[in-house]
Each structure stands twice: as C-alpha cells, then as structure tokens.
C-alpha cells in the first residue's frame, strides 16, 4: 500500500480507509470462524509481527524505488517490453496483473529454493500461529530485496501504472485474507481456490512439514501453482489440527522480535 501513495494517486488515502475496515472486519471474523482453535502462541508474539511490519513500511517509505515508481520512470522514458509494443491500455493492465502475479510467484519460490534467501523468508514460517499479524512478519532484509528486485523488473518490462496499482491494492488485501486464521464453508472454499487463494489453502504453506510449507505459493492468483505443479490440497479438519511453523520443534525465540531479526545472521535454517 506504500507503493500506491509512493505513487502519488490520490485513491490510496481511499484505500488506506479500506485497509483499516478489512482488517478490523477480518479481525472479527477471526474470532467467529477460527480455523485454528488453540494455536501456539509465544508470549510477545504480536509485538514481534506487527513490530517487523512497521519496521518494513518504514523500509518502504526510505527506499529510492518501487515497483509503482519504477513503471511510472520506464513509461516517461519509453523504456521496458510493454512500452515498446502498442498495448491496449486495458490489455496493458489485463497483461500487468497476470505478470505480476507470475513474478511474484517465482519469487516467493526462489526464497525458499536458495539458502541464503531462505534465512531472511523463514523468520515469516518461523510463526507458530498463523493470522492476521503473520501477513506483516517480513523480515526487513527480505522487504529491501523484493522491493529491489521487483523495481528492476517492473521497469523492464514496462509494466502498466494502473495495472500494477490494481495489483498491489488486491494482493494487499489478498495477504491478509489468505493469512487470517478464518475457517469458511467447504463448499465456498472449493469454488474460491480455482481463482484466488482462500486461508485454508494457504495455511497448508505455513505447515511444519516441508513438503507443505514447499508448497501453494500463490500471493493472489492459485492458478499458477496448479500451472507448476506446486498445488497442495487441503480441508478445514486437517489444518484445524496441523501444527504450524517449523521443524518438528517450534522454534523458542519464534515470538522475540530481536530474536527473528538476528536470525538470518546466526545462519539458522530448519528445513
């Protein structure tokens, strides 16, 4: 969301408004339809997610480049792929979402693929309760390199500016519906995964087992996990009684925020 102010889109105040109503009405849904009735939680706990979040939006409010900025520069300088085809303005934002979201999914699999990324990426699985706050647990290492990365790309491949700012305010709000710990019927979960990732599918990522944590990596979009073979089924019994984090023993500074963000230096890996 700091992207789309970074922007300059006058929306984004907008925005910011749903944000805080979505995050107050998942909140509540949390208690009502919890997917996990008695998860672990360390003491601290939420102090450590929302303090690595804050952390990572002020990250975000000092870094020369974003994404959004990034296609913005490449559009002015008739720079990048897109900007060299004629493009549709609505084709240029169809071809924007659908590429980003493709990005953004081989991103998420190359922090898990490479050791030294998996360090920075497993202080997010290293949660031993997954809801609301785990969508802000990022460590600040991994929030500077994807918005790196992303920028270069962006640029690259002249992304669309309206495409991308639809993108981010969806996955946004994706990030905290996939992470909040709400249970919804079978039946509507089933019809919602075809499309889009639901809690119960993307809670079986943040599974202790590996071979579901190296799995649905989806951020908005599932189909691209069904596309690469990386889709893991899941049902609301399951996960109800699945034991979160990593490893076969949580991990005791799990819930310390200096903790977590010393852990990549201390070379912990648990796969």
């Known amino acids: 969301m700091i992207d789309l102010f970074k922007a300059g889109d006058s929306a984004a105040w907008l925005l910011f408004g749903g944000f805080w109503l979505l995050l107050f009405a998942l909140a509540a849904a949390e208690m009502l339809r919890p997917l996990h009735r008695d998860p672990v939680e360390g003491r601290g706990r939420l102090l450590a997610n929302f ?6 939006a002020l990250l975000y409010t ?20 897109l900007n060299a085809v004629p493009v549709p303005a609505l084709a240029g934002i169809a071809i924007t979402i659908l590429a980003w979201s493709l990005v953004n999914y081989w991103l998420h699999r190359a922090f898990h693929h490479w050791p030294w990324l998996w360090r920075f990426h497993r202080v997010h699985h290293a949660d031993t309760a997954v809801d609301l706050s785990t969508g802000f647990r990022n460590h600040p290492g991994e929030v500077v390199a994807v918005a790196l990365v992303r920028a270069c790309l962006a640029a690259a491949l002249g992304l669309s500016v309206p495409g991308l700012i639809a993108y981010e305010a969806a996955a946004f709000a994706a990030v905290m519906w996939s992470h909040a710990n709400l249970s ?3 039946p509507a979960d089933r019809a919602l995964r075809w499309l889009v990732v639901t809690p119960a599918m993307h809670h079986v990522h943040h599974s202790a087992l590996q071979r579901e944590t190296d799995s649905n990596y989806g951020e908005l979009l599932s189909v691209w996990d069904r596309l690469f073979g990386t889709y893991r089924p899941s ?12 490893g076969d023993e949580a991990d005791e500074g799990a819930a310390s925020l200096r903790c977590q963000l010393l852990s990549p230096l201390a070379g912990a890996e648990i796969r």
Do not use: F
């Not at 303090?51 to 990572?56: E, K, N, P």
């Open 51 to 56: 303090g690595m979040g804050l952390i990572g």
């Open 235 to 246: 049902d609301a019994g399951s996960l109800a009684a699945a034991r979160l984090g990593l």
């Open 184 to 186: 919804i019927s079978a």
């Open 62 to 81: 000092l870094l020369p480049l974003t994404s959004v900025a990034a296609a913005e520069w490449a559009r002015r300088e008739d720079l990048g792929l």
